[in-house]
C-alpha cells in the first residue's frame, strides 16, 4: 500500500488551487481496500464533500470518433482545417494554438515526428492525456504513481501502437515507463468514454484523471455521487445521503440496476477484486431482486435468487419452495427474457416495446429484473428524443410510470442521491406537473361546459315563459272576440231537409 501521508501531501498540492481550507475529507486506510477518503465531520445529503480537476484530461479520439474537436479546450471545431498547422499531429482551435498548453504539446509531438502531420489520427490524438505526464512537475507525476494501476499484460499495447505512428518516438526507458503506467492508472481509475464508469447516467466524453477521486472506494450502493463544471470539467463530488464523521466516502464502478453476479464480474475482471458489500452479500439485494427470477416450479409463485457464493456461476434458491436450481436452468429463464425483450427493443415501435412491458413481459420475468428495469431507461432515453410512434397520452403516461418505477427500485436498494435521480425526479415533477395541468383543464373545461349548459337551460327557461306568455295572450285575446257564424250545414243535410 502507498504511504497515505504522501499522498495525502501530494494531493493537497494539486487541490491547492481550490483553497479549501477546512475540507470534510482526509485519506485514510480503508476497511474497504488500501485507503480510502474518510469524512472528516457529518455530512448531509447534497452536501459537496470535494472538488476536484482533472491532473490530466485530453480527448477520447476513439475510432469512430469524429476528430474535430480541439486538444486543449476539447470544443468541437468546423470539421475542416482544425488541425495544427505547425506540423504536430493534433487537432487546436485558432485560439489554443496560441495558448501556452498547445506549445507544450506541440513541441514535444512534432519531435517525434507524427507520419502524417496533417492527417487526424485516433492513435496520435487519443495519446495526448497520456503523453502529457511527461511534462508534468515531479509532484504531479509522484501523485499519478500514488494512484492505484493494474500492470497487467496488456497496459504496454497502446504506446507500443502509437510509436508506429511517429518517425522518432522516444525510446528513453524512464519516458515509455512513464507513458506506460499513466496507461494503467488511467484504466484502472481514470474516465474513458469507452470504459465505462459513467454508471450513473453521466455523460463524460473525454479520457481523464481525477486524482483524489481515483482514491475513492467501491461500494454498490455509494454513499456519494458526481457531476462535472462544463466549463472547467472540474469534478464535484457531493453526499448521496446523510454521512456520520469517519465514515468512508464510497462511489461505484458499476451499473446501479446489474444483478449481484454481474456485477461481481465486472468487478473481478475489469477492477480485481471482490465487492463484500452489504448489497454484494445480500441474495435479494435488499429486496429489490434485481437479479429476481421465477421459480422453475410452475405451481409456485416464488422468487428464484442466486446463493451468494462468490462464484461466477452460482446455484439459485427458491425463496417460496425452497427449491434449487443450477446456474445454468436458471441462465435459461433470463437469457430467453433477455432475448424477448431486447427483440422488442431493436424492433423500431417504441410503442410496441412499451405494450410488451406493460402487458406481457411479467408473465416469463419479474419487473424487478434488471433486463426489464434497462429496456425501461432505453424507453425513458428514447422518449427524452421523441415520443415516435406513441400517442402523447402512452408518452405522458409512460414517462410517468417508468420513472416512478425505476426511483422506487433506487429506494429500496438505499441508493441515495444521483445524477440519475435527480433527472428522473426532474421527469416524475414535470409529468406531475403536466397532468394536474391537464385535469385542471379539463376541469376548466367541464366549468365551463357546466355554465353554458346552465345558461342553455335559462334561456330554455325564458323561452319557455315567453312562450306559455304568448299563447295565453293568443287565448285571452280569442275568447274576448264575438262568436263566429254557426259553419254552413254540409250540402247532402240541406238536400235532406
Ligand atoms: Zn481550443
Ligand atoms: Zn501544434
Ligand atoms: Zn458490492
Ligand atoms: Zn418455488
New binding site residues.
Partial sequence: MICPKRTSELLDLHLAPFKDKDPAWEIGVSRIAGRGVMATRSLKRGEIIFRDSPLLIGLAANEEDALNSCSVCLVVLPDTKFMCRQGCGLPVCSLCSKKKQHKVDCDMFKSWGPNEPDVANSVIIRLLCVARAINLTKEQRDLIYCLQANLDNNHRTEVRNAAKCFKRFPTDKKIVEIMNRTVAVLRTNGFDKTYDRSNDNQEFNYRALYPLFGVVNH??IPNAYYTFEEKTNNMIVRAAVDIPEGFEITTTYTKLFTGNIA?HLFLKMKKGFT???S??SDPTEKGAFISGLYCRDTNCTGLVVPEITGLPHPNYNCLECKQKSTHAQMMKSQDFASGAINAKANSNSLRTLVQYLNEKSDAFIPSSNYVVIEAKFGVLQRLQQGREDCSEELAANTRLRYSRDITQVMDKLGLGDSLLRTQLVQTLQREEERRAKRLAEEAEKQRKMAELQAKAAEADKILAAFEAEQAAEAAAAAASLPAADPAPLPQAATELA
Fill in positions: 461500494d454498490c456485477r465487492c463484500k458489500c448489497r454484494c
